[in-house]
Structure formats: structure tokens, C-alpha cells
């Protein structure tokens, strides 16, 4: 495939797993990103979930939503994620994303924007990174029901740091956007040593956390606005113990927004026009089939 | 149950799901007022439109710099194109916010809230 033919686009990791179908995830992804963003489409993936691409999705789609195929061959870690979905049903999946940091390499466009699977466009906002020199991520989330997100995804701990989503990650070629991803694969390879040292829980790596200490570090361990933060918007999020149930068109989602201190309490909540950043890949994977219903319509 | 405390755990249902969309609406409305103009990000509001219009009156606009929203000053070249960018959005912003505001206030049942 040419490199550099297209300035801008949107890039993929995709890395399949047993219990979760992460090609679906951004065939529907990419599928919302022509629709709203109308950008190139570039997916990194690994040879076996590229098979699973070829046989699972219809040549036709491929080739209307995807660019760029980038095949990689990096090791990656063992790393067991516990997933929700919604509050009574729980499973562990492997989650990989320890080559997340390498996008620098793998992008083959110029100014990136790097999606993780399971964010969908609803709107043209994520437009305005374009405009951005360097790097823009989020720090700020909010729920569906306008919650905030527990606190240790707000600070990295109860004292800590800042915390900042790699769900999405702008960067353009500067010199700066080179530091930040060689910080990150610095960060990365000395996991262990950073979590004592920033004290983060769990044993789950999170690209969140390696970018959040490359942003503190970047920063000269203080506040500042060296990382574009989409001017202080959030990212709205389903959470994993939310549920998206039904969708009146492809813009209308209709979810379950689950109380976070009574977990049997849940609202009806009509979300559109804004992205949407699903945690509950399988609600994602259960409502996609009348969301491509949907645009096949129109 | 008894049917009055039925009746207005309902409406309380109601009252939770219709506050929660009148946010939701206002999150859009916000990201629609973002404007960025020159490496700077401005606010499509009242206060931003008018103050941008009162430099343009009193033609205080040579070499002029705004203070962006993050309070990074932002060199102006032409008040009237950001003037015009800011007004467009505003409009826009108000008018979806219009738009669904208005079939919210209409909607007395958390059914017809989700259109569903």
C-alpha cells in the first residue's frame, strides 16, 4: 500500500482475542469515522486477526472503510484484563496494547489521529485536532449520566497525577511528538519502576497511565498546557457497567446508564451527536448489527 | 405500592432521565461553540462576539491580540473573519440547542424522551 499518500487519517490498533471480536469493533469504528470525520482509515493488526479481517468482513466493506493495512509482528505482552458487561456479567480477555507507543512508526500518515476500537464518531469535533500542533489527548471524562469517572481514573492516585486517555491520541511530525512517543516507549519498558514510582494500582498496564507520566514528565512535573487537551471537553463514555440497548438510527443511541453507588439502578439515557468512548465492547458488538441495519437504510 | 407514591417515584424517574438529557444537550451545545482562530480557542458566547465587535467599532484592531480561552494571547489579523467565524458558530449552537430543547419540553413521558 503507498505511504504518505494521505496527510491526515485515522488509525486502528486491532488485535483480536477470544472473548472479544476487536475486528467488528473497528469495522463499525471506521465505518463512523468515514461518516463524520471522512478520513483515511489505516488498521495495524497482526497477521491472524488480518486472516480473521478477510474471513469475518465482506471485501466490499474492507475496501470501503479501510485505507491502509500496516501487518506487525511485535510480541505482545501477556496482559489479562477483567471487562463488565453491564454490572452482572464479568470475563477476563487479554488486552493488548503494549506496542500502543509505536503508532509513530506504524501511522502512515502525517498528522495522526490514533482511536482505540471501541470510540465512536458521532460528530466532527475530533476535526479540530487538525489544528493542533504536537499532541492532544483528553484529561477530562464524563459519563452518559454526567458522572465523572472514579476517582482513579480522574488522578493516577487519591494524591497522584493528572490522569490522561490514550483512547485518543492526535500527533502530528514534530519533534516534540517524537519526544512524547519515545517517553512513552521509555515508560513503557520501565513499567514496574514508574508504578512504584507514581504509585498507580493494579497489575493491568495501562497506556493511560505510561502517557499520563509522559504529560506530568513533559510538563516539568507541574501543570501545564504543553499537550492540547480538546480545550477542556470531556470524553463521554459508556462505562462497562452501562449498556447501550437500542439504536433508533445511527446517530440515536439509546443506553442504560448505571447508577455507580446503587448498581441496580439504571436510567434511560438517549445519547446523539456526541463521540462516544464504549468500555462495554460486547453492548458495542450486541447493537452493531442494527447500527449497520441503519446505514444500509439510508 | 401505594398508588401516590407510585405515581410520583415515576415522575421522579422521569425528572432524573429529562435533567440528564437537558445536559447531554447542553455538552453538544458546548463543543459546537469552540472555535479555533489562529492557533487560539475562543468561546462563541455573548461576552466573546461582543467584545470582538466593540474592538471592530472602536477600530482598535491594528496589531491586535485577543486573550484566548486558555489565556494564551492570540494575534488577530482580521477581527471581522474571527468575528464572523464566532457569530456562525454561536447561531448554529443556539439553534440545535433550540431544536432540542424544544422536543425535550414537549416530551411528557421518558418513552417519548428517547423518541423510542
Known amino acids: 500500500m503507498p505511504e504518505h499518500k494521505d496527510k491526515q487519517g485515522v488509525c486502528f490498533f486491532v488485535y483480536n482475542n477470544e472473548e472479544l471480536d476487536y475486528v467488528d469493533l473497528a469495522m463499525l469504528a471506521a465505518r463512523y469515522v468515514k461518516e463524520y470525520l471522512k478520513l483515511p482509515v489505516c488498521i495495524i493488526t497482526d497477521e491472524g486477526t488480518h486472516g480473521w479481517l478477510k474471513q469475518s468482513q465482506s471485501q466490499e466493506d474492507i475496501d470501503k472503510f479501510v ?85 482513579n481514573e480522574i488522578l493516577l492516585y487519591d494524591q497522584g497525577i493528572k490522569m490522561w486517555w490514550s483512547t485518543v491520541v492526535y ?12 517517553l512513552w516507549a521509555h515508560i513503557a519498558d520501565n513499567y514496574q519502576f514508574y508504578q512504584f514510582l507514581y504509585n498507580f494500582p493494579g497489575n493491568l498496564f495501562r497506556t493511560d497511565y505510561c502517557v499520563s507520566i509522559a504529560v506530568h514528565i513533559l510538563s516539568g512535573m507541574e501543570q501545564s498546557n504543553i499537550i492540547h487537551n480538546y480545550d477542556d471537553e470531556p470524553m463521554y463514555f459508556v462505562s462497562q457497567r452501562d449498556n447501550v440497548i437500542d439504536a433508533n438510527n445511527i446517530q440515536d443511541w439509546i443506553c442504560l446508564g448505571n447508577s455507580s453507588t446503587e448498581s441496580w439502578k439504571d436510567i434511560l439515557i438517549k445519547h446523539s451527536n456526541l463521540d462516544l468512548h464504549v468500555m462495554n465492547k460486547r453492548a458495542l458488538l450486541r447493537v452493531k448489527p442494527k447500527l449497520v441495519e ?3 437504510a439510508r | 405500592m401505594d398508588e401516590r407514591l407510585e ?40 461576552e466573546t462576539i461582543s467584545f470582538v465587535k466593540t474592538m471592530i467599532d472602536l477600530d482598535k484592531t491594528v496589531d491586535g491580540v485577543i486573550i484566548d480561552s486558555k489565556d494564551n494571547p492570540i494575534r488577530v489579523k ?39
Not at chain 1, 488486552?95 to 466532527?124: A, C, G, M, R
Not at chain 1, 502530528?172 to 512524547?180: A, E, I
Not at chain 2, 461553540?33 to 492557533?39: A, I, K, P, R, S
Open chain 1, 67 to 151: 485505507d491502509y493495512i500496516k501487518i506487525t509482528t511485535d510480541e505482545l505482552k501477556p496482559n489479562i484484563r477483567r471487562h463488565y458487561d453491564s454490572p452482572y456479567t464479568e470475563f477476563k480477555a487479554q488486552f493488548s496494547n503494549s506496542n500502543k507507543h509505536k503508532i509513530w512508526e506504524y501511522s502512515p500518515f502525517e498528522q495522526t489521529l490514533l482511536l482505540d476500537t471501541d470510540y465512536i464518531v458521532k460528530n466532527s469535533f475530533l476535526l479540530k485536532s487538525f489544528e493542533y500542533d504536537g499532541v492532544a489527548m483528553f484529561n477530562n471524562a464524563l459519563s452518559i449520566r454526567n458522572d465523572k469517572p472514579h476517582q
Open chain 1, 171 to 182: 500527533f502530528d511530525r514534530s519533534d516534540f511528538s517524537k519526544m512524547f512517543f519515545d
Open chain 2, 7 to 46: 405515581k410520583a417515584l415515576e415522575f421522579s424517574n422521569y425528572t432524573l432521565t429529562l435533567n440528564n438529557q437537558k445536559q447531554n444537550i447542553k455538552n453538544r451545545v458546548a463543543q459546537l461553540q469552540l472555535v479555533h482562530y489562529n492557533g487560539g480557542v475562543f468561546v462563541a458566547n455573548q
Open chain 2, 78 to 116: 482580521d477581527y471581522k473573519d474571527l468575528l464572523e467565524k464566532l457569530v456562525d458558530a454561536y447561531v448554529s449552537a443556539s439553534q440545535e440547542y433550540a431544536v432540542e430543547y424544544d422536543k425535550l419540553r414537549k416530551s411528557r413521558s421518558i418513552k417519548s424522551i428517547m423518541d423510542w
Open chain 1, 294 to 296: 441503519h446505514f444500509n
